[in-house]
């Protein structure tokens, strides 16, 4: 799998690729799927340095969430 993190939404669970901003499989309403991949363009940097530290097992930093 590329580089990707799981976003959870009441019983809606999706997987998203980091580098390309977009859904890999899952399920998430539309509204927010939009907000969610909003969130992953801002942040994207963040979450591409957080990929890396889980890969070497290192603690990961906080992220601000999506409101």
């Known amino acids: 799998m590329p ?3 799981h976003a959870y939404y009441g ?6 690729d980091i580098h ?3 859904k890999i ?3 998430m309403p539309n509204k927010q799927l939009k ?4 969130w992953a363009a801002m942040h994207q940097e963040e979450l591409q340095e957080n990929w890396y ?4 097992r290192q603690e990961l930093f ?3 969430p999506l409101r």
């Open 53 to 56: 530290l889980a890969r070497q």
């Open 11 to 16: 019983e809606y669970e999706c997987c998203i």
């Open 20 to 22: 390309e901003i977009e």
């Open 62 to 64: 906080t992220i601000e």
């Open 35 to 38: 907000m969610l991949l909003g």
């Open 25 to 27: 499989n899952g399920d």
């Open 3 to 5: 580089p990707h993190f």
